[in-house]
């Protein structure tokens, strides 16, 4: 199981980080993705780590502003993200992927019911 938490409403260029905590499974085998999905479109890649500690960012999330990072003592993936804008506001979730990333929702289970971002003034 999935649960991710730390989403709410911030302001324009504020910083939310998410986290998304593990349970029922080993993490050491799995990658974790950050996916998101706003109203009315399709669940996009953000960002994923591998079981290695590797992370990589999906689409044009790798402009500097989000940063993945995990802690397997406390099976626990957080997703920093900075300069937020308008644009991000969308439910977030984290998947699950045997060992290494994806950016295909696919290829990911166990999903989270994911933790709303909204980003307004």
């Known amino acids: 199981q999935l649960v991710e938490s730390g989403g709410g409403l911030v302001e324009p260029g504020g910083s939310l980080r998410l986290s998304c905590v593990a349970s029922g499974f080993s993490m050491d085998d799995y990658a974790i993705g950050w996916f998101r999905q706003a109203p009315g479109k399709e669940r996009e890649a953000v960002s994923c780590?591998?079981?290695?500690?590797?992370?990589?960012f999906y689409q044009n999330f790798d402009e500097g502003r989000f940063t993945i990072s995990r802690d397997n003592d406390k099976k626990t993936v957080y997703l920093q993200m900075n300069s937020l804008r308008p644009g991000d506001t969308a439910l977030y979730l984290c998947g699950r992927r045997r060992y290494g990333c994806s950016g295909q929702t696919m290829f990911y289970d166990n999903w989270g019911q994911g933790t709303q971002v909204t980003v307004s003034s």
């Open positions: 780590i591998t079981n290695k500690g590797v992370g990589s």
